[in-house]
């Protein structure tokens, strides 16, 4: 059974840092993305950032260049180093795994992790 574990999320004042962590658990194909989504209280969930098994990146707009999203595939593991926060970044984080094989899609979500910006 895949299990995601999400980690790092707290409260943090404006212009400051976090990390968070996603490790991976479990049986994956080997061609897969691992992304972090967000959702802030009335909104929809959207992506924040993914990455390839391959090591491509996407981003959204309001978080480049101030986030960083890297994986280490020993560790199967995925981070998200968030710099110069903001109190719209304020959101719940949640990392999920896509994986394909053949004709096989299977996606995977974690618990999710609080991520507060106070002003």
């Known amino acids: 059974q895949v299990q995601l574990v999400e980690s790092g999320g707290g409260l943090v004042q404006s212009g400051g840092s976090l990390r968070l962590s996603c490790v991976v658990s479990?049986?994956?194909?080997?061609?897969?993305?691992m992304g972090w989504y967000r959702q802030a209280p009335g909104k929809q969930r959207e992506l924040v950032a993914a990455i390839t098994s391959g090591g491509t990146t996407n981003y959204a707009e309001s978080v480049k260049g101030r986030f960083t999203i890297s994986r280490d595939n020993a560790k199967n593991t995925v981070y998200l180093q968030m710099n110069a926060l903001k109190p719209e970044d304020t959101a719940v984080y949640f990392c999920?795994?896509?994986?394909?094989?053949?004709?096989?899609?299977?996606?995977?979500w974690g618990q999710g992790t609080q991520v507060t910006v106070s002003s």
């Open positions: 479990g049986s994956i194909f080997s061609t897969n993305t």
């Open positions: 999920k795994l896509t994986d394909t094989y053949r004709y096989t899609r299977r996606d995977y």
